[in-house]
């Protein structure tokens, strides 16, 4: 089936009716299925601009004069150890430290008690920070916690946390005992990493890069194969079934892998619900519209209301 986008339609129920209309959908469904997008991380406290960006660029924005962290990690460095002086603060901040507002935690508390199953364009690893079941878990597009060889010359990524770890110290930064990254008082942040920290490949010697989806040499390990199997046997096993597809601030940067396919599963099964939370860009084709709850909103909002919702 092909959707368009002229053919959508956008709903805009009141609040409370929608609320309730979803924790019941919830509540009732047979499985849940999760499909995440920046929206949602957005939504815990992951911005990429603003004063989360001064706090750990600032030097970075007045020597160059970018003003977030998405162009800082585009701009083309001079040098391997200023590119992972920038790389390993970003892989740090949104990898290895927990999301500023407990939006995950909320909605593992909506789901834990279903079969559900997660398919997620994010790459910071949030679901499995705030206790989703790993193998439940399909990160599709990679993980900032993983090396792998930037030819690449063979199919293998790298646990970073370490040498991520390595690389932020050496710049002057201190990790405290929960996690957070600080930079003590009176200490300036150096603006590269000993020639020493900087990552090669262990097999062709070429310089590392993250696992990051962006072009032909993204590396689809053994791990990503595991979790696309499992997603595809969850579809398979609740096929017919009353699923809830839950789509939580996803955009049109990559709408095939999650947006698109929920609403060509929906409409294949008419026992199934499409339901799209996202602030500004909520809304499902006419073709799936009896089937689905729209609601325009902060993520993190809308999953409080949910919650205070009682269950069945």
């Known amino acids: 089936m092909m959707f368009s986008k002229t053919r959508m339609g956008r709903f805009d129920p009141p609040a409370d009716s929608s609320i309730l209309k979803l924790r019941s959908v919830l ?29 750990y660029f600032s030097d970075f924005e007045e020597k160059y004069g970018f003003h977030d962290m998405y162009t800082g990690g585009f701009y083309p460095y001079d040098t391997l150890e200023e590119h992972w002086a920038f790389w390993s603060r970003y892989i740090y901040i949104n990898r290895y430290m927990d999301a500023p507002k407990p939006v995950y935690s909320m ?46 010359c063979h ?68 791990g990503w194969h595991k979790a696309a199997e499992r997603y595809s046997e969850f579809l398979r096993r609740h096929q017919g079934l009353k699923i809830v597809f839950l789509e939580l601030g996803t955009g049109f940067n990559t709408p095939g892998i999650i947006k698109f396919s929920f609403w060509q599963m929906t409409a294949r099964n008419p026992k199934s619900v499409y339901a799209c939370i996202n602030l500004g860009e909520a809304y499902a084709p006419k073709d799936i519209e009896d089937q689905s709850i729209c609601i325009d909103g902060d993520i993190g909002e809308v999953l409080n209301k949910i919650a205070k919702v009682p269950k069945k």
């Open 27 to 55: 509540d009732d469904g047979d499985a849940v299925v999760i499909g995440a997008g920046a929206g949602l991380s957005t939504s815990a406290g992951f911005e990429y601009k603003g004063e989360r960006f001064k706090q």
């Open 155 to 222: 199919e293998e990524t790298y646990d970073n946390k370490e040498w991520i770890s390595r690389m932020v110290r050496a710049q002057g930064y201190e990790i405290r005992d929960d996690g957070t990254l600080f930079l003590p008082k009176g200490v300036t942040a150096k603006m590269s990493v000993p020639e020493a920290l900087v990552p090669y490949c262990p097999k062709c010697g070429r310089p590392m890069s993250m696992n990051l989806r962006s072009d032909d040499t993204f590396v689809e390990d053994e």
């Open 107 to 152: 909605l593992l508390e909506l789901v834990k008690d279903k079969d559900y199953f997660v398919l997620t364009t994010n790459v910071d690893h949030c679901f499995q920070k705030a206790g989703f079941d790993r193998r439940r878990l399909f990160y599709t597009q990679g993980d900032y916690g993983l090396f792998q060889c930037s030819r690449p």
